[in-house]
């Protein structure tokens, strides 16, 4: 489920505003800005 957004500001924690080619639009969303693996032990 992807945000549209305006602005960093406009996503949660962890995510900025910015445009996803593989998304196929035209529109900025909400992503990640790295990915990261979390392992619970």
């Known amino acids: 489920l992807l945000e549209s957004c305006s ?3 406009d ?5 900025y505003c910015g445009n996803c080619p593989l998304v196929g639009k035209d529109q900025t969303i909400c992503m990640r ?3 990261t693996q979390v392992t619970s032990v």
Request: charge should be neutral; glycine fraction near 36%.
């Open 11 to 15: 996503c949660g924690p962890g995510l």
């Open 7 to 9: 602005a960093t500001g």
């Open 33 to 35: 800005g790295q990915a």
